[in-house]
C-alpha cells in the first residue's frame, strides 16, 4: 500500500462506520461527505508537500530509470528490429508485428490457456488466504498462531524449481505416493505431474502451497484493525460467532479484498512465468503455453524481438485497461480502490 | 533448458548432449541468422553477407599435420586417436614466447569453480610459455549463452577473444555479429600462411571450414568429436542382473527396457536421440533424388518418434524423464534409478571420473552401434567444432598476429610441453608424477586448474586419460567401430546463415517430439505439423537451400 493510501485510509477512518450503505446512495462516491476543497496555489501546495514529494523522489527515480525508460524500448514493436542494427537503424514496419501477433493461432492458444488458468485461479487460490486468516485470527493462544503463522509463510521463500522438485517427488511417477501404492500392490498408474487434464489442478495447488501464507498477511494486517469495541457491542446485542464474522470482520477486510481483487487482474494475462516453463515440457505445450512463455520462445529463443515484443505489449495494454475497468467498477460500488482522483 | 553441472578437472570439455541435435531440430539451426533487411540486400551497416558461400581454398588454412606421439588406436574415418601411454619426453613446439608482454581480456564460459586470478600458479605458467597475458572473464557455462546474448549486442564490452559454444549462438550471428564484431583472419591463416602457425595448420581442413562464416575465416576451432552421441548401458548393474544384452535392432532394445523396468528402477531415461540416430534422422536436410528433403518430412523422422512413442508407452521411461526433467537424467543413470540413457561420448570418461571413487565397479558401456531395422547403420557425422572463439575486429595488424601466435602455443597437440601445461598445470605444483608416470592431481589443480585457455583454441582431439582402466582401449575400439558406419549429412562443415524469419517455423516440433512420445499427440498431428511447416516458410527454406545446393 502506497504513503498516500495509508494516509487516505486513516482521513476516511473517523467519521463512517458503514461505508456502502452511505456510498451506494450518493450520486458521485468520489465526494462523499467532504466540504469542497479550496484550490491552492501550486507553490502553497509545494510548501506544504515539499518534505513528503522528497521522501517520494528516490522511488520515482527508480520507477523513471528501471521502468518508465525501458517502456520507450516497447518502440521496437512497431519495427523490425535487431540488437546488432539498433533502434536508430532498424526500420519501421507499421503494425506488421500485430497483426502477425493476433492471426497467429499459437498466441491464441496461449492466451486461452493463460485466460482459463486465471479464472481457476481466481475461484480456488484466491479465497485460500482469507480463509486462512479468518481461521488464523480465530486463534487467541499467541504462540500457536505465530508457529501457525511461520510453517505457512515458510514455502513463499522457496523458489519454484525447488516447489516443482518437491511436488515431483511427491507426485511423480517415482515419487512418495507411487511408490506407497506400488508397495501396496494398489497398481502404479498414479503419476500427477504429467496428466495434462489435471494440470490446472496441480498448478494451483501448488500456487496454494507455496503463496497462500504469505498472501495472508494483507488480510491479517486489516483484521488487527478492527476494533475490539465492535466486537463487543455485536456480541452484547447478541450476535454470536458467524454474525459477527459476517457484520464486523467481513466488512472490515472488504476494502482489502477488493483492492487485491483490482491488483490481481491486473496481473490476469500474467500466471506465473517460472511455474510454467519449468512443467511445459511434463504436460505439454497445449495447456502450459502462457502469453508469457510464448513471448520468451519467440523473442529470445529465436530472436524474433519485435514479434514478442508485440505480443507482450498487447498483454501490457489489455492488463493496463483491466485494472482501470476494476478500479472503476470498485468506485462504483462506494470502494475506494487501488487510487481515486481527490 | 540443457545444463551441464558437473564439475570439471584437468582438460576435460563439455560436449552438449542434447544441444547439437536439439538446435538443428530447432530449425533455429548452427548457422546465423539475418535480419529481413540484411537478407534484402540494402547492407546499411556494411555487411555484404552470401548466405551459403562456400570458402574457397585460399581461404582455408594448408594442412600440415605433425604427429608427436604415434596412437595406439589410430583415427579411423575420424574417430579420436587414443593413447594409451603418457610420453616421458616433451616436445617444446613453440621455442620462444610469442608474447609482446600486452595484457589481452577473454570471455570463456567454466562448468565448474571459478579459479582465483591473484597468485595463480597456473595462469602464471601459460602466461609465461605465451609471454603475454590473458585476463579471463568466466562465466558460468550454464548460464553462458545470455551473457554472451547481452555482450554481443554492445560492440563496447566485447573482449578481445570471445569464446562461442556452437549451441549458444545467438540468432542473427553469421550475417550480422560477425561481421561486425569479429576480425576476418582469411588473410593471416589462408592457404600457406598458416605454415607461419604450424600448430594451427595441423587443425584439419574440415573444422576450418566449419569456422568460416559468408565465405570468409573468423574462428578459432575447438575440434569436435565425428561421432557425438553413444547409447550407454550400466554394463555393472546389468552384470549384476545375469543379463548379457544383445541389440541388434529397435525392438530389442525396447525388449531390453521393458525387462529392466521394475520397482523403483526403469529401462531407460527418454531415448529420443536414440530413437533418431538408429533410424538415421538426418540432421537437417537430406536429398531424395534430386529435391531436399527436411528431417521433419523423412520417414526416418516418423519412423523414430513412433520408436519413442511406443519405448514411452511400455512404462520403461523413468517417470521423472517422462516429466521432461532432462537435467537430472545423468544422476538417475549414475545412480543406478535407470539403466539405458542417450549421452554424448565425452560423458564416458567424465561419468568413471565422478563415480569410480564411490562405486570401483561402475562402468557405463555403449552398445555397438545398430539400425532400427537390424540392416547397417548410418551414423551422420558430428560437426567438425563444438566451440569457438573470435578476435575483436580491429586495424592493427601486429595485435591480430600476436593473438594468433598466442593460439599457435595454445593449440599444440598430445606430445608438446605446451599440452602438458595448458591440461595439466606445473609439476609438483598442480600434480605429481605416480609410480606409473600418470599424472595425480593435487589439492591445488582443483581450484586453479580449471579449463579456461582449452576454450580458446585447442589442437585436434586425442583420447589420452589413461587414468581409467580400460578406457582408452574400449572407447577407441567402440569409436573405430561406429566410425566405419559414418556418413557426411548434406551441408556437412559449413555454416550456412539461414534467414531470420525461417527461425521459428521449426518450434512446433520440439514441443511435438515430447507429445508424441508421451502420447499425448498423435502421427496425424505431425502431419498437419509438417503441412503448417510447409506453408509458413518451409518451401522457402528448401528453395534457399537448394540454391545453396546448386551452387556447390
Request: proline share 7%.
Amino acid at each position: 500500500m502506497s504513503l498516500g493510501q495509508t494516509l487516505r485510509n486513516r482521513r476516511d477512518a473517523t467519521p463512517s462506520p458503514d461505508p456502502v450503505a452511505e456510498g451506494a446512495g450518493a450520486p458521485a462516491p468520489s465526494r462523499r461527505g467532504r466540504p469542497p476543497v479550496r484550490k491552492l496555489s501550486l507553490r502553497t501546495r509545494l510548501r506544504r508537500d515539499g518534505a513528503l514529494l522528497l521522501m517520494v523522489l528516490p522511488a520515482v527515480a527508480l520507477l523513471v530509470v528501471f521502468a518508465y525508460v525501458p517502456m520507450l524500448g516497447n518502440v521496437i514493436a512497431w519495427q523490425s528490429y535487431s540488437p546488432y542494427t539498433g533502434f536508430v537503424d532498424s526500420p519501421f514496419v507499421g503494425w506488421a508485428n500485430f497483426v502477425r501477433v493476433f492471426s497467429n493461432p499459437l498466441f491464441l492458444d496461449a492466451v486461452q490457456n493463460t485466460l482459463v488458468i486465471t479464472a481457476f485461479q481466481l475461484v480456488f487460490f484466491f479465497p485460500v488466504p482469507i480463509v486462512l486468516a479468518l481461521l488464523l485470527n480465530s486463534i487467541v493462544t499467541p504462540r500457536v498462531r505465530t508457529t501457525i503463522q511461520s510453517i505457512v509463510y515458510l514455502p513463499h521463500f522457496f523458489s519454484w524449481v525447488l516447489v516443482v522438485t518437491v511436488f515431483q517427488q511427491i507426485f511423480g511417477g517415482a515419487g512418495l505416493i507411487n511408490q506407497t501404492l506400488r508397495e501396496a500392490g494398489l497398481g502404479s498408474g498414479f503419476d500427477l505431474m504429467t496428466n495434462p487434464d489435471t494440470f490446472l489442478v496441480l498448478l494451483t495447488m501448488q500456487s496454494v502451497w507455496k503463496d497462500a501464507g504469505w498472501g495472508i498477511i494483507i488480510f491479517l494486517a486489516a483484521l488487527s484493525t478492527v476494533p475490539p469495541e465492535q466486537y463487543e457491542a455485536a456480541a452484547v446485542d447478541g450476535a454470536n460467532r458467524w454474525r459477527r464474522m459476517w457484520h464486523v470482520t467481513l466488512p472490515a477486510l472488504r476494502p482489502v479484498i477488493i483492492l487485491l481483487l483490482i491488483l490481481r487482474l491486473g496481473d490476469a494475462l500474467t500466471v506465473g512465468f517460472e511455474q510454467l516453463i519449468l512443467q511445459r515440457g511434463a504436460v505439454g505445450a497445449d495447456v502450459a503455453e502462457v502469453i508469457d512463455t510464448y513471448v520468451y520462445y519467440q523473442g529470445v529463443i529465436y530472436g524474433d524481438w519485435s514479434f514478442a515484443a508485440a505480443a507482450g505489449l498487447v498483454k501490457g495494454v489489455v492488463s493496463l485497461l483491466l485494472v482501470l475497468g476494476a478500479n472503476k467498477l470498485a468506485h462504483v460500488f462506494g470502494e475506494s480502490g487501488v487510487y481515486r482522483k481527490s | 533448458m540443457n545444463t551441464t553441472t558437473t564439475t570439471r578437472r584437468v582438460g576435460d570439455v563439455p560436449v552438449r548432449r542434447r544441444s547439437f541435435l536439439g538446435m538443428v531440430a530447432a530449425g533455429a539451426a548452427v548457422a546465423g541468422v539475418p535480419s529481413l533487411l540484411t537478407a534484402c540486400g540494402s547492407g546499411g551497416a556494411g555487411t555484404a553477407t552470401t548466405p551459403g558461400a562456400t570458402a574457397s581454398a585460399d581461404v582455408l588454412p594448408t594442412y600440415v599435420p605433425v604427429d608427436y606421439v604415434e596412437p595406439d588406436y589410430p583415427s579411423v574415418n575420424g574417430s579420436t586417436p587414443g593413447y594409451e601411454t603418457i610420453p616421458t619426453e616433451l616436445v617444446q613446439s613453440v621455442p620462444e614466447a610469442p608474447g609482446s608482454g600486452t595484457t589481452f581480456t577473454a570471455m570463456t564460459p567454466l562448468w565448474g569453480t571459478i579459479p582465483p586470478t591473484k597468485g595463480n600458479q597456473y595462469y602464471e605458467a601459460v602466461n609465461g610459455l605465451l609471454g603475454s597475458t590473458i585476463e579471463f572473464q568466466i562465466t558460468d557455462g550454464n548460464t553462458y549463452g545470455d551473457k554472451l546474448a547481452t555482450v554481443l549486442a554492445s560492440a563496447r564490452d566485447v573482449p578481445d577473444w570471445v569464446t562461442v559454444p556452437t549451441w549458444n549462438i545467438p540468432p542473427r550471428f553469421g550475417s550480422e555479429i560477425v561481421p561486425n564484431l569479429f576480425q576476418d583472419l582469411s588473410d593471416h591463416l589462408g592457404g600457406d600462411k598458416a605454415k607461419d602457425y604450424p600448430n594451427l595448420a595441423n587443425i584439419p581442413t574440415d573444422v576450418w571450414r566449419f569456422c568460416t562464416f559468408n565465405g570468409r575465416l573468423y574462428g578459432l576451432p575447438f575440434p569436435g568429436e565425428v561421432i557425438t552421441d553413444a547409447i550407454f548401458y550400466r554394463k555393472d548393474v546389468l552384470d549384476e542382473l545375469g543379463i548379457t544384452p544383445d541389440v541388434q535392432d529397435g525392438q530389442d532394445l525396447l525388449d531390453l527396457a521393458k525387462e529392466l523396468t521394475g520397482g523403483n528402477r526403469w529401462g531407460a531415461e527418454d531415448l529420443w536421440n536414440t530413437a533418431a540416430i538408429i533410424h538415421a534422422v538426418p540432421p537437417r536436410w537430406k536429398l531424395d533424388g534430386d529435391k531436399l528433403v527436411h528431417r521433419v518430412e523423412t520417414e526416418e523422422y516418423r519412423a523414430a518418434l513412433e520408436w519413442n512413442a511406443a519405448l514411452f508407452a511400455s512404462g520403461a521411461v523413468h517417470p521423472d524423464a517422462v516429466a521432461d526433467q532432462a537435467g537430472d537424467a545423468k544422476t538417475r543413470f549414475q545412480s543406478g534409478q535407470s539403466l539405458i540413457m542417450n549421452d554424448g561420448v565425452g560423458a564416458w570418461h567424465e561419468a568413471l571420473r565422478d563415480n569410480l571413487g564411490s562405486n570401483p565397479a561402475y562402468w557405463q558401456q555403449p552398445f555397438a552401434p545398430f539400425a532400427a531395422d537390424g540392416g547397417t547403420p548410418v551414423l551422420w557425422k558430428g560437426q567438425p567444432a563444438n566451440i569457438f572463439s573470435f578476435l575483436k575486429k580491429t586495424d592493427d595488424e601486429d595485435r591480430i598476429r600476436e593473438l594468433l601466435a598466442l593460439a599457435n602455443v595454445l593449440a599444440a597437440p598430445f606430445g608438446t610441453t605446451e599440452f602438458d601445461v595448458v591440461n595439466n598445470g606445473v609439476e609438483g605444483v598442480h600434480y605429481t608424477r605416480g609410480a606409473d608416470g600418470l599424472p595425480v592431481p593435487t589439492p591445488l589443480a582443483a581450484t586453479e586448474l580449471q579449463p579456461t585457455y582449452v576454450f580458446l583454441v585447442s589442437p585436434p582431439l586425442a583420447n589420452t586419460r589413461v587414468q581409467y582402466p580400460g578406457y582408452v582401449q574400449t572407447s577407441s575400439e567402440w569409436q573405430q567401430q561406429a566410425a566405419e558406419y559414418l556418413t557426411e549429412p548434406l551441408f556437412y562443415a559449413q555454416q550456412i546463415v539461414e534467414p531470420a524469419q525461417y527461425a521459428a517455423i521449426g518450434q512446433p516440433f520440439v514441443d511435438l517430439e515430447k507429445d508424441i512420445s508421451r502420447g499425448r499427440k498423435s502421427m496425424k498431428d505431425l502431419d498437419q505439423a509438417v503441412e503448417t511447416w510447409r506453408a509458413s516458410g518451409g518451401e522457402e527454406l528448401r528453395s534457399f537451400y537448394q540454391e545453396i545446393l546448386d551452387a556447390q
